[in-house]
């Protein structure tokens, strides 16, 4: 059972990194605007500002498996960044499959009016989203 209190969701990609957060309760999402990386120092930096500004609870990093359930290489790096995040943040941190989250926010943004899009800056944050409601069903 998920404990109370908001969850960030981070869909950490080479350009871009995809935020989603969730209500107190766990059971809304929405995609926050994305942010360029900058590389994992600035993430970490910009992660312990908006922790305690949002009062996030909880944190939920997408892990790229292969497709078929192994552990590569991005998924090896990304395992390494979230013991730093885990180390850094000091809250609760957890790694979640992400495979075909990516197509699956891209077959959604482009059902979204220019608008819309421009909100959210790019497909990454829909992505996180995505990976927030499978974190959120599985738990």
Request: with cysteine; glycine share 6%; aromatic share 4%.
């Amino acid at each position: 059972m998920v404990s109370r209190g908001r969850i960030l969701a981070v869909d950490y990609g080479d350009k871009n990194i995809g935020l989603a957060c969730s209500d107190e309760l766990g059971l809304t999402v929405r995609p926050l605007p994305s942010m360029p990386n900058l590389g994992r120092r600035d993430l970490i930096h910009r992660l312990q500002t908006m922790v305690p500004e949002m009062d996030i609870r909880r944190l939920v990093l997408g892990i790229p498996f292969n497709m078929d359930g192994t552990r590569g290489d991005s998924a090896l790096r990304m395992e390494r960044l979230e013991a730093r995040l885990r180390a850094a943040l000091k809250i609760p941190l957890a790694g979640v499959d992400e495979r075909l989250s990516t197509v699956e926010a891209l077959e959604f943004w482009r059902t979204m009016s220019p608008k819309q899009q421009r909100k959210y800056r790019t497909v990454d944050s829909l992505a996180a989203a995505l990976i927030l409601e499978r974190y959120l069903r599985e738990n």
